[in-house]
């Protein structure tokens, strides 16, 4: 197997990429394999710690990152965000909406507050995050969400 090969296909070197949800789980895969093809990666979430910890795997691997605590159904917090990540890069390549939570309970012995939070987090949350990165990547004629 030819490997430069390989990486230079799949090389998302100088790439600047963002994930939600990034603290654990599928998030935290996702961004320490974007790292690994060379992404410059931001990691978003509400757990500090495990966003440190992410943080800790993709160095352990030569990676490098950086992390905002943000909870994404604040859409000021996302807009807040967006403004200081563009500020500081001027570009987005890559957007991971991933953030999620789960609710385990059937519909009849749910309460509202529930259904709200994860209507809020799964939904909104997403929405308010696709929309910003959306805009950046129409304005720069490029990107994946």
Request: aromatic share 6%; hydrophobic share 35%.
């Amino acid at each position: 197997m030819n490997l430069n090969y390989i990486n230079r296909v799949f090389s998302l070197q100088g790439q600047e990429a963002v994930i939600t949800g990034a603290s654990s789980g599928i998030g935290r895969g996702i961004a320490v394999s974007l790292a690994n093809l060379g992404a410059n990666v931001t990691l978003l979430g509400r757990n500090q710690e495990g966003l440190a910890e992410t943080g800790r795997q993709i160095g352990k691997e030569g990676g490098s990152c950086e992390s905002y605590q943000v909870d994404i159904t604040s859409e000021e917090q996302v807009e807040k965000f967006f403004q200081v990540h563009w500020d500081k890069h001027q570009r987005m390549d890559i957007f991971v909406a991933n953030a999620g939570i789960n609710y385990r309970a059937e519909l009849l012995e749910s309460e509202m507050e529930e259904i709200d939070r994860v209507i809020q987090t799964d939904y909104k949350g997403t929405i308010y995050g696709v929309i910003r990165a959306g805009k950046i990547m129409r304005k720069q004629k490029s990107g994946n969400i």
